[in-house]
C-alpha cells in the first residue's frame, strides 16, 4: 500500500490549490481515504474523507463549502480542490488510508497507512 500525495505550494489568500493523491497497491474506491493536516505546533486534524463503498463525503467545519473532495477511479486518484484559501490554512497535508473501518471518519487514529506529506503554505 503506497499513497503519494502532491500539488501542495504556496499561494496568497484567497487563491487555490487542487491536491493529488496517488494510490498504489490496492483499489482506493473500496476503502476510505481521508485529508489531513497538520500546522506548525499543532496536532494533525482530519479536513475531508470519502468512504470506499458509497463514496460519503465528510468536511470539517473550517473548510466546509471551500474545499471539495473527489475521486477519479480510472486513476486511482483522489483530489482535495481548496478554494478560497486563508492563512490559517497553511499545513502539511497528508492523505491517509484505513483498514479497520468502512465509514470514512476525520479521526487520524482510525487511518493505518499514510502518504509522505505535501506543504500548503497561504501567505501574501
Known amino acids: 500500500v503506497q499513497l503519494q500525495a502532491s500539488g501542495g505550494g504556496l499561494v496568497q489568500p484567497g487563491g487555490s490549490l487542487r491536491l493529488s493523491c496517488a494510490a498504489s497497491g490496492f483499489t482506493l474506491d473500496e476503502y476510505p481515504i481521508g485529508w489531513f493536516r497538520q500546522a506548525p505546533g499543532k496536532e494533525r486534524e482530519g479536513v475531508s474523507c470519502i468512504s470506499g463503498s458509497d463514496g460519503r463525503k465528510f468536511y470539517t467545519h473550517d473548510v466546509q463549502g471551500r474545499f471539495t473532495i473527489s475521486r477519479d477511479n480510472a486513476k486511482n486518484t483522489i483530489y482535495l480542490q481548496m478554494n478560497s484559501l486563508k492563512p490559517e490554512d497553511t499545513a502539511v497535508y497528508y492523505c491517509?488510508?484505513?483498514?479497520?473501518?468502512?465509514?470514512?471518519?476525520?479521526?487520524?487514529?482510525?487511518?493505518?497507512?499514510w502518504g509522505q506529506g505535501t506543504l500548503v503554505t497561504v501567505s501574501s
Open positions: 491517509a488510508t484505513s483498514r479497520r473501518i468502512t465509514v470514512a471518519t476525520l479521526l487520524p487514529e482510525f487511518y493505518d497507512y
